[in-house]
């Protein structure tokens, strides 16, 4: 159905969805396009701020603030459509399509024990991070419900390369309540990648976890809660890459011609000819026949 045709809530609604649905790293890509199909600069423009609000909670879109690295995400959003940043004590707004940070505000916190455990946590996670990601952004937040006190860990690193016609993204976020001898740590780890260069391919994977964490002390706790989630990242990795080599190899399976065994050993063709035209010179027209039927043998 043609959008013209639709009522103002009806393409309201499809534009919002379409923006949402688009990959990490192409949101304003994909509000461009739009743009050029709807021709309607108010209505755009309100779906992109409130799409765009949705797809950094969604992506955990990451930003400096203050010099500071901050995850936007659901956890540290306080409404109007302005997030929070427990480091610089900020609130704000970020306009996605834009690129830029509105209407900064201070913002208090109650500097507890929870809020110590928070900076203690975000050190060793920070070390973790570094270590393990080429350009990699973390943060934890600190969270109050009914009364008990949570804190969330995200991780989030990207790769877009759109000249290359392809995008990346790998984040976790880590949930543990604050207790004083046993938590539990809820986790999910999600990875998410696109290629548009011959296919319009999209691969999600994604994973629950649920850990035990023994509470001593806080030095303790953040070093324990890194060395698990590196454990279980590193499971996951693994498991992910296992998963798209049978991927791979079933797919090559069903593209080729004949079942032959796939081995993936690169073949040197130039030493190959350079061998045979020791042996075969006076004979070329045989050896260039000969390797085109070697090629298609093996195709």
Not at 99 to 128: F, M, P, W
Not at 241 to 265: F, G, H, W
Request: proline residues 3%.
């Amino acid at each position: 159905m043609s959008l013209t045709v639709l009522s103002k809530k009806e393409k309201e609604r499809v534009i919002r969805r379409l923006l949402i649905q688009a990959p990490p790293g192409e949101f304003v890509n994909a509000f461009d396009d739009l743009c050029l199909l709807i021709r309607d600069e108010k209505l755009m423009h309100h779906q992109g701020e409130c799409a765009g609000h949705q797809h950094c909670q969604k992506y955990s879109v990451p930003l400096c603030l203050d010099g500071n690295p901050v995850l936007l995400s659901h956890h540290n959003v306080v409404g109007d459509y302005r997030f929070f940043d427990h480091q610089s004590k900020l609130s704000f707004k970020f306009d996605l399509l834009q690129n830029q940070l509105r209407d900064i505000q201070s913002h208090g916190i109650i500097r507890n024990e929870t809020e110590y455990l928070r900076a203690v946590v975000l050190c060793a996670l920070k070390l973790y991070v570094n270590d393990h990601y080429p350009t990699g952004n973390c943060n934890v937040l600190r969270k109050t419900v009914k009364n008990k006190e949570f804190l969330i860990a995200c991780i989030e690193d990207h790769n877009y390369e759109s000249r290359d016609n392809w995008n990346g993204l790998w984040k976790s976020k880590w949930i543990f309540q604050v207790n004083p001898f046993l938590t539990q740590v809820t986790g999910r780890i999600f990875v998410q990648a696109h290629f548009f260069k011959f296919v319009n391919l999209h691969i999600e994977i994604s994973k629950d976890l649920k850990e035990s964490l023994e509470i001593v002390n806080q030095a303790q706790l953040a070093l324990h809660f890194a060395r698990l989630v590196e454990e279980q990242e590193n499971k996951f990795q693994v498991a992910v890459l296992e998963e798209l080599q049978e991927l791979s190899n079933e797919a090559l399976r069903k593209i080729l011609r004949r079942d032959l065994p796939v081995t993936r050993t690169l073949i040197d063709w130039q030493r190959i000819l350079s061998d045979l035209n020791l042996v075969m010179y006076p004979k070329l027209g045989y050896v260039i026949y000969s390797r085109s039927v070697l090629c298609n043998w093996i195709i």
